[in-house]
Each structure stands twice: as C-alpha cells, then as structure tokens.
C-alpha cells in the first residue's frame, strides 16, 4: 500500500473546502515561495526542525551539533538519521512522518461523525502533487466510501487535471499573472498553472482560486488590474476567487529549517483588500472569503 508522508494534520472549519475538514498538509513542493508558511514542507524527504534551548550535542553520532547548532553540511550526507531515528529528544526532529493509506482511511473512518456542514478531508501542503501517485490512490479511497474532498494545489503539475474526478472543491493559487515574474521569485512560471486553471474552470464543479496579495511582487493596483482582466475572461459558473494577505506567521519556522526568512515587507491594508474585491465583483467575478 502506498504512504504518503504527512507533515501536519489537523482540523479546519471554512478555510481549507466547505465545512469542518479534517486537513493533511503533505510534505514536500516544488516552489520556493520566500513568504511560505510551511517552509518545513519544502523538502521532499522532509526537514530538520530544531529548538536551539533543546539542541543537545550527543544525540548525533556524527559531530553535527556543537554549542547548540546544528550544521546541516554534515545532515546532508547521513542517511541513518540518529538524532531522530536512535535518539529521540526534543531539541530536533523530522519534518514529517510516513502513514500508509490504510491507516489514514482508518483515522478518516473515526472522523466521519465530524464532517459536518459540508466537511471531509483536504490534502494541502507542501504540494500534493508532488506525491502525486499515493495522492491519487488516497482519493480515490476517499471518493469509493462517499467522502467529500478538497485539494489545495499550486497548480503547477501537468496531470492535475487526472485528479479532477476525484475532487469535489478545487483550491488553486495564483502567484502571479506574469510568467517571467513568477519563474523569478518563486522557481516555476505560470505557463501550465493556467493552464489547467482554464480546464478547471471549463470542467470542473467547483474551483476556489486564491491569490495571496505580496507587497513588491503582486499586490499593487496595476498588478490587481492585470489579475482581474486575466480571471475575468475565464467561465464563472464554478468559479470563485479570494484574496489573502501577506503574513510572517512562518518566520520562525524558516530560522528553526536553517533557511533565511528573505521577506521585510508590510501587508496590505485591509481596506485595499476591499477595494480590490470590489474590482473583481464588477468584474462579474464570485469573490469569497473564508
């Protein structure tokens, strides 16, 4: 049975697909947004998060840790993992953990009595598509026992749209309009993201695109121009668009990856977040907030 390996989970009401949702955020994604959330989620093999005031020396055979810091050269070439695989402790663990799709069809089977409004099961990320194959063998588990599902995606993977069967409500982010600034910042251009937006839009029952407003790269009114002319042309029947604000919230968790939080902007007012709803709105644009 294939695993799928999973760096949280936990329950949502609204946020991740309609109603109260059991949400499994999968590791791994091949962007690298500099204002990630889940930068733990990044690797595919999963991430070292450490907490420094916890970080003891002798839980690496391997001479990694010395005076609370850990150097990640020497992680790069260890396999065998002792600090978390031999040695458990609190100052250092694995990103994520691997579950089988039966045991997640189990933990799914004892939360049924709890989807309520709607609800069900939402795999976000990371990227689910990266784990592509074990993605689709779990939702096609979840679709033959009559569980609602929802799928956070980047859109960036060419078969997406294999899936669409076996979704009920579609989240797609948008990065950006532009092709070449897309590629820029985050690692990958748009080119097959809308791609399978304009399927999506054409076949699919229900589509969420989300388009988080980023200072210096998005957000401007000229940028909100440019998104509303390129959403407006798509079908509106199952369509339905919400603007999310910038946010540090992950900060810390890049510093406890060892990666650099790059970011040193301001989010946007929530009156311009209203402004540019109504843009949208008299586009003819379903505009939502969750």
Not at 67 to 94: F, H, Y
Not at 250 to 273: F, L, P
Not at 275 to 285: D, I, K, N, S, T
Request: aromatic content about 6%; hydrophobic content about 35%; charged content about 20%.
């Amino acid at each position: 049975m294939r695993a799928l390996k999973i760096f949280q989970k936990g329950w949502n009401l609204g946020q991740d697909g309609p109603g109260n949702r059991l949400v499994y955020h999968l590791q791994g994604c091949n962007l690298v947004c500099p204002w990630c959330a889940n930068p733990e989620g990044i690797t595919a093999k999963g991430e070292l998060i450490i907490r420094r005031d916890r970080l003891l020396s002798e839980v690496c055979p391997h001479g990694a840790i010395r005076e609370q810091v850990l150097d990640r050269k020497v992680c790069k070439t260890c396999e065998a993992m002792e600090c978390v695989t031999l040695n458990p402790n609190e100052g250092i663990r694995l990103s994520c953990v691997d579950y089988s799709v039966s045991e997640l069809m189990e933990e799914v089977r004892a939360s049924r009595h709890l989807f309520h409004g709607g609800g069900g099961v939402t795999l976000s990320g990371g990227e689910p598509t990266v784990q592509f194959k074990a993605v689709r063998a779990f939702l096609e588990e979840l679709k033959a026992e009559g569980v609602n599902t929802t799928v956070e995606t980047n859109g960036t993977y060419p078969g997406l749209p294999e899936l669409f069967p076996l979704i009920d409500t579609l989240i797609i982010d948008l990065k950006h309009y532009d092709n070449a600034k897309a590629k820029k910042t985050v690692g990958q251009g748009n080119k097959t993201v809308l791609e399978n937006i304009s399927r999506a839009t054409e076949s699919h029952g229900c589509v969420w695109l989300r388009i988080t407003l980023i200072p210096g790269f998005n957000s401007s009114p000229a940028d909100i121009e440019q998104f509303v002319s390129l959403v407006s042309k798509l079908p509106q029947k199952h369509l339905s668009v919400e603007l999310l604000s910038y946010h540090e919230y992950g900060r810390v968790k890049w510093e406890q990856c060892g990666m650099k939080y790059n970011m040193n902007c301001t989010a946007i007012t929530k009156q311009n977040v209203a402004e540019y709803e109504l843009l949208f709105r008299q586009a003819g644009v379903n505009v939502i907030r969750t």
